[in-house]
């Protein structure tokens, strides 16, 4: 008896920091988003690329959610807002934006600390921006999911419907950039460094987003997890 009362407890403890964890990701992303925004809209300086907001505001509001960092950034605030509510979340469509969410925001974080950050010069409000997207938000995620879980949530199907995403992101990218002259990041740029070039720099992180995806997988079936679904089922019995 006392041995089922310290193993409910215990549960309770790991779901009650699990939900702190992600409910702070959530916060921190929404509050670098606000920032962010105001930003644009008063022609700040704009965290992914550096440079101030400028031309009309509805091209300003396009531009700012282009960026893949954002979009990432926004998976993770919606999947971290639901695993706060809800740690024992399923289902199929949950396993793809989960996946996306883990995919999208550490590959932002890799791709601005190796590339961008030598680029991108923030200060001020926009260095706060850059802090939650580019550093806390990547690496807080990922290291919620290794710790909480829970697992298991991939399979080799949720994870080949998660490129679905990042594919057709790069199909807009470079549509949009062939009508309005305008790329999100520098590595991407037609204009500057060419088509092929910038062709040959989407598949290299394509590429490293599928091995990515392939570690993330492995992991989620033979990695313990602090959060487990018979918990959940303990506590209904």
Same mark, same amino acid.
């Given at each position: =008896? ?9 549960? #309770? ?14 916060? @921190? ?27 009309? @505001?509805?091209?300003?509001? @396009?531009?700012? +959610? ?27 469509? /949950?396993?793809? %934006? ?13 791709? !601005? ?24 938000? &990547? /690496? ?7 710790? +909480?879980?829970?697992? &298991?949530? =991939?399979? /080799? ?11 057709? /992101?790069?199909? !807009?990218?470079? @549509? ?8 999100? !990041? &520098? ?7 060419? +088509? ?8 290299? $992180? ?8 392939? $570690? %993330?997988?492995? %992991?989620? #079936?033979? =990695? ?14």
């Amino acid at each position: =008896m006392n041995a089922t009362i310290a193993t409910t407890e215990s549960t #309770h403890v790991r779901e009650r920091v699990a939900r702190i964890w992600f409910g702070t990701i959530a916060v @921190v992303v929404a509050i670098a988003l606000v920032i962010q925004i105001i930003l644009i809209l008063t022609g700040g300086q704009d965290a992914n690329s550096g440079e101030n907001a400028t031309g009309p @505001v509805g091209t300003r509001l @396009v531009r700012l +959610f282009s960026f893949f960092t954002i979009q990432s950034n926004l998976f993770v605030l919606g999947t971290s807002i639901a695993l706060a509510l809800n740690l024992f979340r399923d289902g199929k469509l /949950w396993r793809v %934006l989960r996946f996306d969410a883990l995919l999208g925001i550490i590959i932002t974080g890799l791709v !601005y600390e190796t590339v961008l950050a030598q680029l991108v010069h923030p200060q001020g409000w926009a260095l706060v921006a850059t802090i939650g997207f580019h550093y806390i938000s &990547p /690496w807080a995620t990922l290291i919620g999911w290794l710790i +909480f879980g829970p697992r &298991p949530r =991939m399979t /080799w199907t949720s994870t080949a419907l998660g490129f679905i995403w990042p594919l057709l /992101w790069l199909v !807009y990218t470079f @549509v949009h950039g062939a009508v309005t002259g305008w790329y999100p !990041y &520098p590595f991407l740029d037609v204009d500057t460094i060419g +088509f092929a070039d910038s062709v040959r720099n989407s598949a290299i $992180v394509l590429l490293i987003g599928v091995l990515i995806a392939i $570690v %993330l997988t492995v %992991l989620d #079936h033979r =990695m313990p997890s602090l959060l487990r679904d018979s918990d959940r089922t303990r506590e209904r019995e």
